[in-house]
C-alpha cells in the first residue's frame, strides 16, 4: 500500500482475495498552542478569517493592523511540512477511548494497519508505502476509526498577508517554531514540536472536540504499551480517534472491494498564531486533519 501525501493524502488498493484488504487514516492532534487556545475552541481556518486569498501570490487580503483590529490571534492553515511516525491505524464500531481516567480498548475495532517500528510520513508531500491489512475487516458498520503515532512532529510553513500598501509581507517559521519578522520574502525552517501534555499542566487528555474543518476528534497521550501515561516524561505515543466522515459511517459489506482515504491537509494542518496588539505573526505550529473515508 501506498501513501501518497500529496495534498490531499489518498490511500488507495484493490481486493483480489479476502486476505488483501486495505484500509487506512492518518491525522494529526496539536497542543493547540497551550496556554492560548483552550482544547474545546474550535479554531478559525485562516481562509475565513484573513480576507481573499490571492491565488497568484499566496498572500491574504488582510494586513497585520486589520487582523489585530479584528481580534484574530489565531487561525488553522496548511503547512508546507508536516512529519510525524505512524505505528497502527484502524476502524471501530464504538468510540475506543473510553471511561474515567479515560483509557485505549481496541476491542471493537479492526486494524488496517500495524508496525512496530512505525513508518514516516511528511503528510505535506511525499510517497510512503505501509503494509497492508492482514485479513478483511468483517462487514459491519464502523462510527469511528483510530491511529497511533509518535509525540513528536515535524513542521515548516509560511503566511504571505497584505503590507497595507498594495504590497505583500512574509511569515516564515524558525527552528523554534516562532516566526520571523515581517518581510517582503523569507524561507521557512524545519522545526519539531513535541507533544506531551493538552494543557498547561500535565493532561493526556483531548476533547472530544470540533476540528476546524468539521467533525469529531479525541485524543490520548500514552506510554509504549498504549497506557494512559502519568507524567509528561511518560509520554511515547499519542492515539487519536474520530468520528468517521464527520459522522457518517463506512459500511463494509460484501459489495465493498475496497476503502479509501483522503486526508485533507489544505486549511487545517498548521496553527497560525498572531499578536493580539500588532496584528504580526508569532508562532506556528500542528493543527488537527480531517481525513473522508471513500468505499468502492
Known amino acids: 500500500m501506498s501513501i501518497s501525501t500529496n ?31 483552550k482544547a474545546e475552541e474550535t479554531p478559525d481556518l485562516c481562509k475565513d478569517v484573513l480576507g481573499t486569498l490571492d491565488s ?15 481580534g484574530t490571534y489565531f487561525c488553522a492553515g496548511t503547512p508546507d511540512r508536516f512529519e510525524l511516525d505512524i505505528y497502527e491505524m484502524g476502524l471501530c464500531t464504538s468510540n475506543p477511548i473510553t471511561g474515567s481516567p479515560k483509557a485505549f480498548s481496541k476491542t471493537n475495532c479492526v486494524e488496517s494497519m500495524s508496525t512496530s517500528s512505525g513508518i514516516t510520513a511528511d503528510l505535506a508531500g511525499t510517497t510512503v508505502d505501509l503494509p497492508s491489512a492482514d485479513t478483511r475487516p468483517a462487514n459491519n458498520t464502523y ?4 491511529i497511533i503515532i509518535k509525540n513528536t512532529f515535524g513542521l515548516k510553513g509560511s503566511l504571505k498577508i497584505s ?25 521557512p525552517v524545519n522545526h519539531t514540536e513535541t507533544l506531551t501534555s493538552f494543557d498547561n499542566t500535565f493532561s493526556p487528555d483531548f476533547g472530544p472536540a470540533e476540528m476546524p474543518s468539521g467533525g469529531e476528534v479525541s485524543a490520548i497521550l500514552t506510554d509504549n504499551s498504549l497506557v494512559r501515561a502519568s507524567s509528561e516524561a511518560g509520554v511515547e505515543r499519542l ?3 474520530f468520528a468517521t466522515n464527520a459522522g457518517t459511517p463506512v459500511v463494509i459489506n460484501d459489495s465493498v472491494s475496497g476503502l479509501e482515504v483522503e486526508l485533507q491537509v489544505t486549511d487545517g494542518g498548521y496553527g497560525i498564531q498572531f499578536d493580539s496588539n500588532s496584528g504580526e505573526v508569532v508562532d506556528f505550529g500542528s493543527m488537527p486533519f480531517k481525513p473522508v473515508f471513500t468505499t468502492y
Do not use: M, R
Request: neutral net charge.
Open 56 to 70: 497568484s501570490t499566496g498572500a491574504y487580503s488582510k494586513s497585520a493592523t486589520e487582523i489585530a483590529s479584528d
Open 163 to 187: 503590507d497595507g500598501s498594495g504590497g505583500i509581507i512574509q511569515y516564515c517559521s524558525t527552528s523554534d517554531g516562532s516566526s520571523t519578522s515581517a518581510a517582503t520574502s523569507c524561507t
Open 143 to 146: 462510527t469511528y476509526a483510530y
Open 7 to 37: 495534498s490531499p493524502l489518498k490511500l488507495n488498493k484493490f481486493i483480489t482475495t479476502s486476505k488483501n484488504f486495505t484500509l487506512g487514516l492518518t491525522i494529526a492532534i496539536s497542543s493547540l498552542f497551550t496556554g492560548s487556545l
Open 239 to 241: 492515539i487519536a480517534v
